[in-house]
């Protein structure tokens, strides 16, 4: 069999069922096997109903008790463990299974455990009968849903592929895998597809994610010809002291930290490629200012690019602040710039007299043109395309690039359109925060946090009531937050209130942020629009609906729209859920404020599942590292990628596995 071939040579793989492999971007053998599972459930353990966890997935031997109906669509069957410990099963309609259930037999169930009226519940868990279980047991990987493929399909298809494994050829180098004791490539798809222990398959897939990494440098190395050796406007090394003594307030270590990052890739002679990533109101702007004054200070000009016009305006406003000292010219060009000033600021930028512009992407029209542009800075990054960003770029040859973003977005997919992206972090807060005071309350408070609500826009400060969005139901969504808004408006009479949402145009949602911003506006109800890092410090309450429907995530860059003045802030979380789990998701955010903490904790929340972690919406199965979270392997891959290249010609590598990997995971981004 050739691996790298098509499909069709797998037994049962004829040219219908190759139409929809190909539909999925699955081509060849090895297109299948790098179809990754999203998860994996664990039949490997059976356990007691008494050590299962409560709202999690158990998987329990049980003799069946009695059979009962309920309704015409409900039945149910009581069972009891190993050790007689009774629990109740409903099942839904599933009449087979009704037939195939033998009172006084043994089976396996597999699925959530619940308690109600101090009894063990499971609704329609799946059942498995001694001799089918002895064919499913270990654990068995779950495959991303397709449209007209099934489960099945990828467990048969890849149970035949797997004996072929050892025909597979290694792509990274003997050295390299030595080095850092990596699983071979045919082990660790093996072990993949067909885990024998959570140990073995962490290693199989760190191996996955560090041979990802690995092929996606190299494919940017060799398809631009250059590593971070690309030319990049020389800038020197200045007493820093200088700039420092101006600033409103000491650097935190790691505003401190990341600044030094930046300055090394500054100085090196390469054009800077960096990201600088830091939890919603650790100081990037502060950062960013520091680091376009050193670049003044080397004799260049300095572009910010913000998504909206308020974020522009906002920083604007900090840059005259914080460049007062320096005497720098700063200019804000955005679409409401006024024909007659814009004309103005082009011809200034032309000949060099600003020093720095911000702005939104009016700052990547065709005719702004600089005298020497040095440094372009991208604020909340993932709001452009990358066509944006790299218009921005095409100002100036060999211009430094940096991004900040409070979302740690970049995955594969970021990584290969930045090419050689380093990442800077700021992992401290700025000292004398007040902390955002978090609670958490059920349906029977929402009332008391209204009332509460009400006693903040009376001492004159504003809020906003924020209502989930789950992208599959825009249009349920829009209904809830248009009814939470009419339920509102009433409620809090006198005060204006206002709605805002996905659905309206970025004119009116900018137009409504700087009426609140303006105090124009009271309380605001609004879906996650308000995500991105808009200021309004006299906002100091955040009332989250239905806060169980959010991720820990995105819960935290809400609430850190608030917290930004000197009142003490507020963030209510009203679960209108009973479920245990959701009240221990609202308890990780009344302890702590820090995001990546939360991040962890939400992931060991969610615990075994979700694996190979929450996937960029639109990336593919077929990718698994994620830039951020696997930073140290992506360093290690990036390290020896850099000097593999070094060595190695194109011409030279071109006949082996590794090229033909490199190009299969080109041709698979190209096809997404
Ligand atoms: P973000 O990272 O979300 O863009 P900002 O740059 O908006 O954060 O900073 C948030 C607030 O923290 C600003 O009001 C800023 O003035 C303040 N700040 C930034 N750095 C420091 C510092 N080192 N010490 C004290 N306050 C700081
Ligand atoms: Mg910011």
Redo the contacts with the bound molecule.
């Keep these: 069999m050739n691996l790298e071939g098509p499909i069709s040579q797998i037994k049962g793989v004829g040219d219908k069922r190759k139409e929809k492999f190909k539909k999925i971007r699955i081509e060849s053998i090895l297109d299948l096997l790098y179809y990754f599972p999203r998860d994996y459930e664990d039949l490997s353990r059976p356990q007691l109903f008494q050590d299962g966890q409560l709202g999690e997935k158990i998987l329990v031997r049980v003799e069946a008790r009695a059979k009962y109906s309920v309704n015409r669509q409900m039945w149910k069957l009581t069972v009891v463990d190993q050790e007689q410990t009774q629990a109740e099963i409903a099942f839904f309609s599933q009449d087979y299974l009704r037939g195939k259930i033998k009172e006084g037999s043994n089976y396996y169930l597999y699925g959530d455990l619940k308690v109600f009226r101090g009894r063990y519940q499971m609704a329609n868990p799946r059942v498995y009968s001694l001799w089918e279980f002895k064919k499913v047991q270990g654990i068995r990987p779950i495959y991303p849903q397709q449209k007209g493929l099934k489960q099945f399909e990828f467990d048969q298809l890849i149970q035949r592929v797997l004996p072929e494994l050892h025909d597979l050829e290694e792509v990274i180098p003997k050295p390299v895998r030595l080095k850092y004791t990596l699983l071979s490539r045919a082990a660790s798809l093996k072990e993949i597809h067909q885990p024998t222990s959570y140990e073995r398959l962490l290693e199989a897939k760190k191996r996955m994610v560090f041979e990802e990494f690995f092929i996606l440098q190299l494919s940017v190395f060799y398809r631009q010809g250059y590593d971070t050796s690309q030319e990049g406007l020389p800038m020197k090394k200045i007493d820093m002291g200088k700039i420092l003594k101006e600033?409103?307030?000491?650097?935190?270590p790691g505003?401190a930290r990341s600044l030094d990052e930046i300055i090394g890739s500054l100085t090196r002679g390469r054009a800077m490629r960096r990201l600088l990533q830091?939890?919603?109101?650790?100081?990037?702007?502060?950062?960013?200012m520091v680091a376009m004054a050193f670049c003044i200070e080397n004799g260049y000009q300095c572009a910010m690019m913000a998504p909206t016009e308020i974020l522009a305006s906002?920083h604007y406003q900090?840059a005259l602040d914080f460049f007062k000292p320096f005497s720098y010219r700063v200019a804000l060009l955005t679409g409401k710039t006024k024909a007659k000033d814009r004309k103005e600021i082009l011809e200034d930028l032309k000949a060099g007299k600003i020093d720095i512009l911000l702005g939104t992407h009016a700052l990547i029209q065709d005719d702004v043109a600089f005298k020497k542009l040095g440094l372009v800075i991208t604020?909340e990054q993932h709001r452009f395309g990358v066509s944006q960003r790299e218009k921005l770029l095409e100002k100036a040859k060999a211009v430094h690039s940096l991004v900040?973003t409070?979302t740690p977005i970049p995955r594969t997919y970021a990584m290969a359109s930045y090419g050689d992206l380093d990442v800077s972090f700021?992992d401290t807060?700025?000292?004398?925060?007040k902390p955002v005071q978090t609670t958490a309350v059920s349906r029977s408070d929402l009332k008391k946090a209204l009332d509460f609500t009400r006693t903040q826009l009376m001492e004159g400060r504003q809020a906003y009531v924020v209502t989930p969005l789950i992208e599959e139901n825009y249009q349920l969504d829009l209904e809830s937050a248009i009814k939470t808004y009419h339920e509102l408006k009433e409620e809090f009479k006198p005060f204006k209130v206002a709605l805002m949402h996905g659905q309206l145009s970025s004119g009116e949602k900018e137009s409504i942020m700087e009426d609140f911003y303006q105090h124009k506006i009271d309380l605001l109800v609004t879906t996650t629009v308000i995500e991105v890092?808009v200021?309004v410090?006299n906002a100091n309450l955040m009332l989250v609906y239905d806060a169980q429907q959010f991720g820990l995530a995105q819960l935290h860059q809400l609430r850190?729209r608030v917290g930004?003045g000197d009142y003490q802030s507020y963030c209510i979380l009203y679960n209108s859920s009973d479920s245990e789990k959701s009240w221990e998701r609202m308890g990780i955010m009344q302890e702590t404020t820090n995001g990546l903490l939360i991040a962890e904790k939400d992931l060991s929340l969610r615990g075994a599942g979700d694996f190979f972690g929450t996937r960029q919406s639109g990336a593919s199965s077929f990718f698994i590292g994620d830039v951020l979270r696997d930073y140290p392997i992506f360093k290690e891959a990036q390290l020896e990628a850099r000097r593999f290249f070094r060595r190695y010609k194109w011409d030279q590598v071109k006949e082996t596995a590794l090229a033909r990997e490199i190009q299969r995971k080109e041709s698979l981004i190209s096809r997404t």
Excluded: E
């Excluded at 830091?278 to 960013?288: C, I, L, N, R």
């Design positions: 600033i409103p307030f000491p650097l935190t505003q830091g939890d919603v109101g650790s100081g990037k702007t502060m950062v960013a906002q900090s604020d900040m409070a700021i807060m700025p000292p004398g925060r890092g200021n410090p850190g930004r």
